[in-house]
T-cell receptor, first 116, second 114 residues
Framework: KAGVTQTPRYLIKTRGQQVTLSCSPISGHRSVSWYQQTPGQGLQFLFEYFSETQRNKGNFPGRFSGRQFSNSRSEMNVSTLELGDSALYLC???????????????FGPGTRLTVT | AQSVSQHNHHVILSEAASLELGCNYSYGGTVNLFWYVQYPGQHLQLLLKYFSGDPLVKGIKGFEAEFIKSKFSFNLRKPSVQWSDTAEYFCAVSPQTGANNLFFGTGTRLTVIP
């Protein structure tokens, strides 16, 4: 079974621009979560999507947004980029049981975003 | 507020030494517990998980962890480490409410010397 894939793998943007990152979950996984990983703050939860709806949200500003498509693929968008947004953005997918409970999350390789 | 503490930031061991990495969490409810590993240049991989039942869980590559509810701990152990275990190890918790958000510890970097 193919793992979680993320595109692009590396990205360089300028302050003030916006960026869109893409994530394809493992086949059959309907929950997709996004995380930000930085040396200073570690791994932090951004949001989770399930059935094309945002189900959970972390403590990030509104510049960070996402969506999920009917095939469970997900995108996240960061508008008005700041230098502090430089990070590794990880996507994770998981299988969802009836009732909405989920199993463990499987992570993709991440997108390394550098903001200059 | 939820939090996960990993007290060891960097651990250096010789091959064949025993390993124990500490993890304590703070959460006002029932949780699922995980250990993830990130080998150099690779992505996060699940090492083991605890949802319910036997508090001693076994994972891949000879790792195991014990959930002690009274201590809010989920320590990772391996009786004999190998050079290939050099990696960063993350403890994580998620609420058992269907919310699929993981709270991670800051990670422990393990260096195994041949």
């Amino acid at each position: 079974k193919a793992g979680v894939t993320q595109t692009p793998r590396y990205l360089i943007k300028t302050r003030g621009q916006q960026v869109t990152l893409s994530c394809s979950p493992i086949s059959g996984h309907r929950s997709v979560s996004w995380y930000q990983q930085t040396p200073g703050q570690g791994l932090q939860f951004l949001f989770e999507y399930f059935s094309e709806t945002q189900r959970n949200k972390g403590n990030f500003p509104g510049r960070f947004s996402g969506r999920q498509f009917s095939n469970s693929r997900s995108e996240m968008n960061v508008s008005t980029l700041e230098l502090g947004d430089s990070a590794l953005y990880l996507c994770a997918s998981s299988f969802v049981l009836a009732g909405g409970l989920t199993y463990e999350q499987y992570f993709g390789p991440g997108t390394r975003l550098t903001v200059t | 507020a939820q939090s996960v503490s990993q007290h060891n930031h960097h651990v250096i061991l010789s091959e064949a030494a025993s390993l124990e990495l500490g993890c304590n969490y703070s959460y006002g409810g029932t949780v699922n517990l995980f250990w993830y590993v990130q080998y150099p240049g690779q992505h996060l991989q699940l090492l083991l998980k605890y949802f319910s039942g036997d508090p001693l869980v076994k994972g891949i590559k000879g790792f195991e962890a014990e959930f002690i509810k009274s201590k809010f701990s989920f320590n990772l152990r391996k009786p004999s480490v190998q050079w290939s275990d050099t990696a960063e190890y993350f403890c994580a918790v998620s609420p058992q409410t269907g919310a699929n958000n993981l709270f991670f510890g800051t990670g422990t970097r393990l260096t195994v010397i041949p």
